[in-house]
């Protein structure tokens, strides 16, 4: 079901029913180490999936039975009596076929078969879910330093307050826009390639799982909404329209999975969402985010009752439990049943989901529409909430017009996104870990309620209680430096801040300080080009504070590379508030030169062409000193330093300005 207002079903009448065919196993052979189906389920799990299932189970080669292929040979013989085939489903061992009465009575003879059920039926019956108690619940792609960059400032126009409310807008600042996170996404469709706003967006794949091929935009037979929906979600997260819509996480990577037919509400669409669950999860998606929800069908299927709804019984649930099991943080919206309790549908109730509610746009009142909790076993659903109501959006329909929407499908993606962004910034997280740390921070967390679970989590002090904040690196020319810009956040002070630096052809790295700069948590530093010879350098960045040390890449064997005179500066960084010098002439000078009276400092910028040591003394225009100040030695490069005037009196003033092997010196005027 798609969460969006108004919708209306199509009821469509099918010669043949379609029908969930369970296998007894998966072939003859045994699932271990140097067999051919063992090779295969390595064939089918992406390195990336690999990677963020050893992080969570802590097993160096985290594959299982379930992963494993359903077997051809027994998808072949059922084809042979039923040739439509709609779905296979690894997990759970079975296929979807279209198929007559008659078919079906030839199938269930087969030695293989376990069972056929009818997809109108509900797939399982209450149980606990399996093997998922005891086990624990990780990603990291190198980040290309170019890959986001070089943008400008980010102007929100309406989409300001849907961002803000989350307090994600700082992460944007510093850059930190999703580079290395991939999303996953199921709807009805995408029409992404069209609409300006979002057709650059990175999409590695996309896979229609009604139809079995790589079309998710609409096709021929489709209604003209089908592909609304999804566009509509997408684009909350992955737009980047400067001055119009930027998404939550516009520079990170995307798979769309078109799983939900618009022309009747079937429990097939169960099913085929499933599938898409296990295809994300394959390709190593770090976040999946669902705006789809069951409960209610055509009249000719079998209806949930709430108590199905206990988190580990329906497949949606199940299959989004497993997905989490292996380290995918998926998230789901609540509904849109609101305002009466107990509205809540699958798979929000699920027992690893974050399910989301919607508020309006003040961030308080809760949506009229957005699906209430508890589920059928009195635990508080949703989780969290994100604005839900006029949030802005593209206009699927054209390609340069944007539209209000409401629902808790628009406000499931702000959520997913914006653990996209945390993801980039802290790949290890695990995602209970995340639930539970945005729960912390969220605005209903001493008093979590069934309607808006624990509120609109704040995620920048998240991420600021988990630990220290490292940004993307921006670098550009300066002079004959390659200059180095990256922000650093900490609750706590940071004591050591340093670049590690290693040349082409050179086996150690060099160490250089990063100087915290007159601009609040950013850090700098000048790298000699003649150091260059010409070649890109690898580089990590180590922040350290009184409880942590965190480097950038994080945990990984590759660094950074630096090419020498490039200029990067990550999407969302203020390019004019990074330290420039662009008068090769000039080896220092004041900013601002004219201040007001009573203003707290000018700043000092002073070109080290080689290590010193630095005095300013500062004199008015009768050679009275009024300042005297040693600065101990430092690395060559852009120093910049802050000299206080907040006592100085209306006039003119002279800087004289020392260092190893040379002396300027520069004005500034007081002004009333």
């Not at 126009?157 to 944007?172: A, C, D, R, T």
């Not at 009249?299 to 995918?328: C, F, M, Q």
């Not at 090769?584 to 080689?610: C, G, H, R, T, W």
């Amino acid at each position: 079901m798609i969460l969006t207002l108004g919708q209306s079903l199509l009821k469509s009448e099918e010669i043949f029913k379609t029908y969930r065919v369970f296998f007894k196993d998966k072939g003859p052979e045994k699932f271990q180490t140097g067999t051919k189906i063992f090779e295969e389920t390595l064939n089918i799990i992406s390195k990336k999936a690999l990677d963020r299932r050893k992080k969570v189970l802590n097993i160096e080669t985290p594959i299982f039975y379930d992963d494993a292929p359903v077997y051809n040979e027994y998808i072949d013989a059922v084809l042979k009596i039923a040739p439509k085939l709609r779905a296979v489903l690894r997990w759970h061992n079975y296929i979807v076929i279209e198929a007559t009465e008659s078919n079906i009575n030839k199938i269930k003879s087969f030695p293989f078969v376990k069972k056929v059920q009818e997809t109108s039926s509900t797939l399982f019956s209450q149980s606990k879910y399996e093997n998922n108690q005891q086990l624990k619940k990780n990603i990291l792609n190198l980040i290309s330093l170019d890959e986001c960059s070089n943008c400008g400032v980010i102007e929100y126009g309406k989409s300001f307050q849907q961002l803000n409310l989350m307090n994600v807008i700082k992460f944007h600042e510093m850059g930190i826009n999703g580079d290395g996170v991939t999303i996953g996404f199921l709807d009805n469709g995408f029409r992404w390639k069209i609409h300006n706003g979002v057709k650059n967006s990175k999409v590695l794949a996309e896979y229609d799982f009604i139809n079995r091929d790589s079309i998710t935009a609409n096709q021929e037979g489709d209604r003209p909404d089908q592909d609304g929906h999804g566009s509509i979600v997408f684009s909350i997260v992955s737009s980047f329209y400067n001055g119009k819509l930027i998404g939550v996480a516009p520079c990170a990577s995307f798979y769309l999975g078109k799983t939900e037919d618009m022309s009747g509400e079937r429990r097939i669409e169960e099913d085929l969402y499933a599938a898409g669950i296990e295809w994300l999860e394959s390709q190593g998606v770090d976040v999946i985010s669902t705006s789809l929800g069951y409960f209610n069908f055509d009249s000719t299927e079998v209806e949930y009752s709430y108590s199905n709804l206990d988190g580990r019984s329906t497949l949606p649930a199940k299959t989004i439990n497993k997905a989490v099991y292996y380290g995918v943080v998926c998230v789901t919206a609540a509904g849109n049943a609101g305002p009466n309790p107990k509205t809540i549908i699958t798979p929000a109730d699920a027992d690893s989901v974050i399910a989301v509610g919607a508020t309006m746009p003040d961030g308080k009142t809760p949506a009229n529409f957005t699906s209430r909790g508890p589920r059928y076993d009195e635990v508080i659903k949703p989780d969290l909430s994100a604005m839900g109501n006029t949030v802005y959006t593209i206009n699927p329909n054209e390609t340069d017009s944007f539209i209000n929407a409401n629902g808790t499908s628009m406000a499931t993606p702000l959520i997913s996104g914006s653990i996209g962004l945390l993801l980039s910034v802290f790949p290890e997280l695990k995602p209970y870990e995340i639930r539970e740390m945005l729960k912390k921070t969220a605005s209903q967390s001493n008093n979590p309620d069934p309607i808006l679970g624990w509120g609109i989590p704040d995620f920048f002090k998240a991420a600021l209680e988990y630990g220290i904040i490292i940004s993307p690196i921006s670098t550009y020319k300066l002079l004959n430096f390659q200059k180095i810009a990256v922000f650093i956040f900490s609750k706590y002070s940071i004591t050591k801040s340093e670049l590690l630096v290693k040349f082409k052809g050179q086996q150690d790295f060099k160490s250089f300080k990063l100087y915290k700069s007159s601009n609040e948590n950013l850090y700098t530093t000048d790298i000699p080009l003649s150091l260059f010879n010409n070649e890109a350098a690898e580089v990590f960045i180590i922040a350290e504070d009184n409880y942590t040390k965190r480097t950038y890449p994080y945990n990984s064997k590759m660094g950074v590379l630096i090419y020498p005179e490039s200029e990067i500066i990550q999407c969302g960084v203020d390019f004019t508030k990074l330290p420039r010098f662009d008068n090769p002439n000039i080896s220092a000078f004041v900013y601002p030169s004219i201040i007001m009276q009573n203003s707290d400092y000018v700043k000092i910028n002073i070109m080290l062409q080689e290590p010193s040591d630095t005095y300013i003394k500062v004199y008015n225009l009768t050679g009275q000193l009024v300042y005297n100040q040693y600065y101990p030695i430092r690395d060559p490069g852009l120093a910049v330093y802050l000299l206080p005037v907040n006592n100085f009196a209306i006039g003119n003033y002279f800087a004289v300005i020392k260092q190893k092997s040379k002396t300027d010196i520069v004005k500034f005027v007081v002004i009333e």
